[in-house]
Structures are given as C-alpha cells and as structure tokens.
C-alpha cells in the first residue's frame, strides 16, 4: 500500500541558508500535518491543511512556511536556518471523517542537520 | 490546551516480562486515543487506537483500553520480546485538530 513519501531523507545545510522538505500524502488523504522532533523529544506540530488550506498552526517559526498544493503534496520552507533547525521533520496525513479522527500516517522524516 | 502525559522512560526489562506504560490526558472535547511507536532511525507508526470511551485497542499483542473516568490509555503488553524495544508514544486528536503526542517512553527489552 502506498505510504507517506517525504524527501529529501537527509539533508545538510549551514547556517542562514534556505530548505525545502517535500511531502506526498497517501493518495485521497485530505490532511497534512507537519512535525518537528528533537533528538530524544516528542514530535511537536507545526502546521496542518485540510484541503489544501492551512487549518492549524502549531510551533512554526516565522522564518518557516508552508503550503499545499493541488495535487495534495506538501512543501515546509525553511529560511535563515539556525543550528537549532536541526531535527527530524515528519508530515503525515489523514483523512477526517465525519465524526472521527482517523489515524495519522507518517511518513519516514526528513533528517536537516544545519552545520 | 490538549496535552498528553506518559510515565518516565526509559524503562529496562527482560524478554517475557509484563509491560505497562501509563498514559493520561487533558482535552477540551472529546478525543480519540492513539499509541505510535518509533523504532530506531524510523518515523512514527501507529500501534493501535480507540475511538470512544470503554473502547480497547490491540495489536501484536500490546493492549490499551479508553477509560473516559480517570482519562487514561494505559498501554500493556503480558510478554515482552527483545523486538518490542522501541520508543512509544501516547497520543490524541480531537476531532478537526492536530494530534497531541506525549514526551515519548524508550523502551529496552533485554534477552
């Protein structure tokens, strides 16, 4: 079955430089979530879309946007990017039903290390 | 706001030994319950979930029952193996928002 698609898997950066991390949700999937975890911490969210409109916002910087486009795939752009960007970057998506939530489905992460 | 709390990792113990790991939570509507768990170099896979009070989840074995009264989703497996070592997380989502996960409990299984 087709799974969460996020690239790059790594990626190395320096400092005040720019990234872009790409998502591809599972096919007819309406929700994006995007998430930041430090090494040893718990997933913290960031930003989420619901049919292509960004739905909730979490612990993004200002430096950080994002955007869904119309095929659904996601891209988290990263500017001045400071040593402590460096993390594991997971999307994942879902798809809301009428009265529940289903489960989220991460995709592999994308590992930025900002040097 | 919406928060996940689980029990301090890490927690160490020997193949075929009992497990729990206690998760409670705070949410202003009514959430469904996840537990995700990470193995090394991994991203986040579910691991089961409940969607209503009394609900029980399972899956490979590990169990966890939505106890609305004291807002718990404590995770329990009878026999652990060396396999199940692996970071686990608590989590929730209330309808139309995020999920919350909880800070994450290691777990080692030693043979």
């Known amino acids: 079955a087709a799974g969460v698609i996020q690239s790059p898997r790594h990626l190395i950066k320096e400092k005040r430089e720019t990234a872009t991390l790409k998502c591809y949700p599972i096919?007819?999937?309406?929700?994006v979530y995007w998430y930041q975890q430090g090494p040893g911490q718990d997933p913290q969210f960031l930003i989420s879309?619901?049919?292509?409109?960004?739905?909730d916002k979490g612990s993004i910087p200002d430096r950080f946007s994002a955007q869904q486009f119309s095929d659904y795939h996601s891209e988290l752009n990263m500017s001045s990017l400071e040593l402590g960007d460096s993390a594991l970057y997971f999307c994942a998506s879902s798809l809301k039903h009428r009265d529940s939530n289903t489960e989220a489905f991460f995709g592999q992460g994308t590992r930025l290390t900002v040097v | 706001g919406d928060s996940v709390t689980q029990m301090e990792g890490p927690v160490t113990l020997s193949e075929e030994a009992f497990l729990t790991i206690n998760c409670t939570y705070t949410?202003?509507?009514?959430?469904?319950l996840f537990w995700y768990v990470q193995y090394p170099g991994e991203g986040l896979q579910l691991l089961l979930k409940a969607t209503k009070a009394d609900d029980k989840g399972s899956n490979k074995g590990f169990e966890a029952t939505y106890r609305k009264e004291t807002t718990s989703f404590h995770l329990e497996k009878g026999s652990v193996q060396v396999s199940d070592s692996a970071v686990y997380f608590c989590?929730?989502?209330?309808?139309?928002?995020?999920?919350?996960f909880g800070p994450g409990t290691r777990l080692s299984v030693l043979p």
């Open positions: 989590a929730l989502s209330v309808y139309g928002q995020n999920f919350v």
């Open positions: 879309f619901y049919e292509k409109m960004q739905s």
């Open positions: 949410a202003t509507g009514y959430p469904s």
């Open positions: 096919p007819r999937h309406d929700t």
